[in-house]
């Protein structure tokens, strides 16, 4: 899957902030790979946050992401925006375009749900979406509505992570279920951590 990285050009201010302010959303690297982003740190060890805009070229028609630090700097300091407000916005805009879905609904398998089917979280385009399992009031939400107090997030690659709740396997075990998924069937730039997460809600 090639990631369209989108050249600043804004010509047209009014269309540069309506990109920002419906486009700009969380994405999910590597903490290692962090400096080529805007990034903060996330709960998850290993896994940093950054700011990303999902734009469309207004005379190409084509749509792809501006990602690159230096990029979403200059971004936003030609429209005056401060990161702060960039941030709260990012967030909000991740929550609105998240979505949780049962792995088979994905896969097309005709199976029923059942207590230990993962479920897959991402975006609403699938795509640059594992920043959506970043937000932890989306995870407490999806806790609360399946009855769980505690869930596995399974790092699948830079697009989307997996749910398990209520895990029955050992921390351990998952991570080294991720590790082998990963470098198997990841492409390399597309992973993120060889390790699962268990997160507990009160």
Not at 1 to 8: G, L, S, V, Y
Not at 87 to 111: D, G
Request: glycine fraction near 4%; aromatic fraction near 6%.
């Amino acid at each position: 899957m090639q990631i369209q990285e989108m050249k600043i050009q804004i010509t047209n201010r009014e269309e540069a902030e309506n990109n920002l302010k419906t486009g700009l959303s969380i994405g999910a690297c590597k903490t290692e790979e962090s400096c080529n982003y805007l990034t903060k740190e996330s709960e998850m060890e290993g896994i940093s946050k950054y700011l990303m805009i999902q734009i469309r070229d207004s005379e190409s028609g084509k749509q792809g992401f501006v990602r690159h630090r230096d990029s979403i700097k200059q971004y936003l300091d030609s429209l005056s925006w401060n990161e702060n407000d960039a941030w709260k916005l990012a967030e909000e805009n991740t929550k609105k375009c998240s979505q949780i879905l049962p792995i088979n609904f994905l896969l097309n398998l005709s199976l029923p749900e059942n207590e230990g089917m993962p479920y897959v979280i991402s975006n609403t385009w699938n795509y640059l979406g594992a920043g959506c399992a970043l937000i932890h009031e989306t995870l407490e939400g999806f806790s609360r509505m399946y009855h769980t107090h505690r869930i596995a997030l399974l790092p699948s690659s830079i697009h989307e992570m997996l749910i398990v709740p209520n895990p029955e396997l050992l921390e351990g075990d998952l991570s080294n279920m991720v590790k082998e998924i990963n470098h198997s069937m990841v492409e390399p730039n597309e992973r993120l951590t060889d390790r699962a997460y268990i997160i507990d809600f009160n």
